[in-house]
């Protein structure tokens, strides 16, 4: 009997916590300028979840701003430690995207795309094997 993969994760300080049961949807970097900034690096590694796959506990700071498509990009933050943590709102959205970051076990991240290149910063590097966009794929 095969067991679903677990990805356990959280914030800083351990106030917001997640469980997420499954592989991912997608997984991979976002190069895009939200992205970097959010993250305070050069991208941010995400995974996607359909929203029944992931349990998420503790109170979050929400943070709303124009995503590329023209609706809101909601990233999802500890009140106490200032960790990022997740996407989305929780009770609304079918889908969030757990940053990778946050994971407990890095090695549960197998990134295979990378998006918005059209953004990336001349200093970062793209990894070995990882299918480019330079946008979001199917736009």
């Keep these: 009997m095969n067991e679903a993969k677990v990805h356990t994760g959280g914030c800083l300080c351990g106030a917001i916590r997640y469980v997420a049961t499954g592989e991912p949807d997608i997984a991979g970097f976002c190069y895009c300028a939200d992205c970097r ?13 359909k929203a029944e796959a992931l349990r998420i506990t503790g109170e979050t700071l929400r943070f709303t701003s124009p995503s590329a498509r023209g609706t809101d990009a909601v990233r999802n933050s500890c009140p106490r430690c200032g960790g990022l943590v997740f996407g989305g709102v929780v009770g609304v959205d079918v889908s969030h995207t757990v940053y990778a970051g946050s994971l407990d076990d890095p090695a549960g991240f197998k990134p295979t795309i990378a998006i918005f ?15 480019g966009f330079e946008t979001m794929p199917g736009r």
């Design 37 to 49: 900034k959010a993250s305070g690096s050069g991208f941010m590694p995400f995974m996607g979840f």
């Design 117 to 131: 290149l059209r953004d990336k910063a001349d200093w970062v590097a793209l990894p070995d094997g990882i299918a």
